[in-house]
């Protein structure tokens, strides 16, 4: 299987959202289509999904044009809602039918994501009678649930069908850490299920913890792409984190580095290269000075990503 | 517009109705629907009845008459009705009619010496069944009586009778409205004029509702911010091809509790022995209701809601929340106002060419045509071009409803505008 997005463009009048978009998947994995608040990611979600027209481009599934008849695809959208006064029971059997999963089935892969994601005292309660028997209660609505709940119930509802192709447009924000470990292991069964994961966020560190290539969209254009371990050894190793025993502020300012923080004689280093680094390491020895640490790392995706985009995520 | 677009439609329309259901405060519309009109028959049955607690056909007509004139009372009364001449005088056969001759109605034939002209007056005892109209009617019907027995006393012969009791009626056209008279040799009738404004009222009554209900459920749905999950599974139009037919089936039960209401209570003011509310025209209305009459209401209606609910449908569409809901059926109701106020203005006139050409303009024939053709006014090929060209709309505005649903259903922000909504149409949507 294999997904591609060529050329995906979109206007609005004269203002371009979408400007030639173009990657592709050719395995499982994950891929991060980032940049910052109205960089046009989600446009391109949404072209891509058939939600709004495209200008230009073309948007291929196995070699065809991807149909949502056909192919499987399961959606965790930015904005994200529930039916408030509706129970959620009756919600999770609809979107579930919508998907062809009706019946036992359905009941199954329910009762499974109440237990995988916690929410079972909300789908399945109990009511206490005048008697004082147990017997089971109606679902619980949707109003009725915390924020981070009603967020389980939308990637219950992105999944319930078991897709194939799974889009997640910023899948943690808004959750609580304890949570947010619960959402990534569930993204990390997916991907060992030979998913494949198109994934939108703001959190760099959660976006280098599982994708494996990104695009970076900057006022509806792409900045960067590329696979995220070429993108990074193309900047090289240019982050180092260098300790001491004594005070070296005045030797590695002399060796041109670029002091980042610096506390109790643990410096974070910028360098032009490696052998600016090396050489700093050189002088260092020759001083007799003792290095406890030094190591040299390539460049965060949080880093790239402000560089390329040239702000801050002020957003975030 | 394939047929693709709309897959999904029954398990929307069946989620969508199954939630209707399992509100309160459907119930509670469904009732007042049931109760309001049967308390709405009780209402205008005792107030037709005018108090009397108990109504009823009279049985017998107790006639004092003082006029030297010789009427034939027995033979000129229909047959339904006794006519018995009272020995008794008036305030005797008053008395005797309160004793409890709850069926029995005096006539009382005086000469009115300052006005110069014999009076003619129906009483009915204090716990009497008959309805004071129908006393009236028979009071009219013994006036009729008298003329002729005075003709009669002139030796005049029963067809100059006739001719001389024939009325004269008095009208003002102008030339074009005589040719038009002409043309249908029908006049302004109260029969065709109740049957049309009860047509155009149940019309109005069934698209405003179901107006309200289609725009609020997809604005609702917009602001649950599901939408854009719901269309990886299902096309735009199906989302809301299915929530319209949600709407009409609960219309149409609203409907149904109504008409269950209204013969629920007939049938309760029947067991009673009070007659209940009823009128010339809603009787043609009945009356034109075989099964092709059935037919021809439903074809219509069906036609009129699709294309209403279309409109509906992207009005809802439109908004972002709930609260600008109400703003954005406004288009939707002046249309099915304007209707609405077309089969009611011109409910009193003939088959002339103004109903004509309503019955052809698309939104407003669905007010008019229908009542028309079972009045006997227009022909079925009028009718069925009326649900040509309303057909051709409905299927035009869901042809670019298709082209819109989407983005308006992901759209955010302001209520997109009609301006905008071309726009869309223009570019499409779908990839």
Excluded at chain 1, 17 to 27: A, T
Excluded at chain 1, 179 to 192: H, M, P, Q, Y
Aim: net charge negative; proline share 2%; with cysteine.
């Amino acid at each position: 299987m294999s997904l591609t997005v060529h050329d995906l463009c979109k206007k609005y009048g004269d203002k371009t959202v979408v400007d030639h978009l173009s990657f592709s998947m050719s395995g499982p994995g994950v891929y991060a289509l980032l940049g910052t608040n109205g960089a046009g990611k989600t446009t391109a979600i949404r072209m891509m999904l058939g939600m709004l027209a495209k200008d230009e481009g073309e948007v291929l599934w196995n070699g065809a044009p991807l149909n949502l008849d056909i192919c499987n695809v399961g959606y965790l959208a930015e904005e994200r809602g529930l039916y408030p006064k509706y129970t959620l029971m009756d919600q999770l059997k609809y979107f579930a039918a919508l998907r062809g999963v009706t019946g036992a089935e359905a009941e199954r892969r329910i009762n499974y994501w109440a237990q995988r994601l916690e929410v079972t005292e909300y789908l399945y309660p109990m009511k206490t009678t005048r008697q004082g028997r147990k017997v089971p209660a109606p679902s619980s609505k949707a109003d009725q649930l915390s924020k981070g709940n009603q967020q389980k119930i939308q990637l219950m509802l992105a999944l319930i069908s078991d897709p194939e192709l799974i889009i997640l447009d910023e899948p943690l924000s808004g959750l609580d850490p304890v949570n947010t470990d619960l959402f990534k292991g569930i993204i990390r069964e997916e991907i060992a299920k030979g998913k494949y994961l198109i994934m939108s966020s703001h959190q760099m560190a959660t976006v280098e913890e599982f994708c494996t290539d990104i695009t970076i969209l900057d006022r509806s254009k792409t900045v960067l792409q590329g696979n995220l371990n070429d993108i990074k050894k193309g900047y090289g190793r240019v982050n180092l984190k260098l300790k001491t025993d004594v005070d070296v502020t005045e030797m590695v300012s002399a060796s041109g580095a670029q002091i980042i923080t610096e506390k109790e004689n643990e410096y974070q280093v910028k360098v032009r290269s490696e052998e600016q680094a090396m050489s700093l390491l050189r002088a260092l020895t020759d001083a007799n000075i003792t290095v406890v640490t030094f190591d040299l790392q390539e460049p965060s995706l949080h880093e790239i990503f402000v560089e390329k985009v040239g702000r801050g995520e002020e957003d975030a | 517009m394939r047929k693709a677009e709309f897959a999904g439609t029954g398990k929307v329309f069946r989620f969508s109705l199954q939630q209707y259901f399992k509100s309160a405060a459907t119930y509670v519309m469904l009732a007042v629907m049931l109760l309001g009109t049967a308390g709405s028959m009780l209402l205008m049955s005792l107030g037709m009845n005018r108090g009397n607690s108990i109504g009823s056909s009279a049985e017998t007509l107790y006639i004092i008459d003082e006029s030297p004139y010789e009427v034939d009372w027995e033979k000129g009364l229909p047959e339904e009705i006794k006519g018995v001449v009272s020995d008794l005088s008036l305030e005797d056969q008053l008395l005797a009619l309160d004793a409890g001759d709850t069926k029995g109605v005096a006539v009382h034939i005086a000469w009115d010496g300052e006005g110069g002209f014999w009076q003619v007056t129906a009483y009915t005892g204090k716990s009497s069944a008959v309805a004071q109209f129908e006393a009236e009617s028979w009071a009219d019907t013994c006036a009729a009586l008298l003329e002729e027995a005075r003709y009669s006393a002139l030796g005049i012969g029963e067809e100059q009778i006739a001719l001389a009791l024939s009325p004269a009626v008095y009208d003002n056209l102008t030339e074009a409205e005589y040719r038009d008279t002409e043309e249908t040799e029908e006049t302004w009738s109260p029969a065709r004029q109740i049957a049309g404004s009860a047509y155009a009222i149940l019309v109005f009554m069934l698209i405003s509702f179901s107006t309200s209900f289609i725009v609020r459920a997809i604005a609702q749905e917009k602001s649950s911010k599901l939408v854009e999950l719901l269309m990886v599974s299902v096309r735009p139009l199906a989302l809301i091809a299915g929530k319209i037919l949600a709407a009409m089936v609960l219309v149409l039960t609203g409907a149904a509790c109504a008409i269950i209401g209204l013969l629920g209570m007939r049938f309760v003011l029947g067991l009673f022995g009070v007659a209940s509310f009823s009128t010339e025209g809603l009787g043609a209305i009945l009356q034109g209701l075989d099964l092709v009459g059935v037919l021809v209401v439903i074809v219509s209606l069906v036609l009129g809601y699709v294309s209403y609910s279309i409109l509906a449908g992207i009005s809802g569409a439109s908004c972002s929340t709930v609260t600008e809901s109400d703003a954005a059926s406004g288009t939707t109701m002046v249309i099915a106002m304007i209707g609405y106020m077309a089969g009611m203005g011109t409910a009193a006139l003939n088959a002339g060419g103004v109903i004509r050409v309503l019955c052809v303009i698309p939104f407003l024939s669905v007010y008019i045509a229908p009542a028309r053709y079972l009045v006997g006014d227009i022909g079925f090929p009028l009718l069925l071009l009326s649900w040509a060209i309303q057909a051709i709309v409905a299927f035009a505005l869901a042809k670019a409803a298709s082209a819109v649903y989407g983005a308006l259903l992901v759209h955010r922000g302001e209520r997109v505008k009609l301006r905008q909504i071309l726009s869309m149409m223009k570019g499409g949507v779908r990839a």
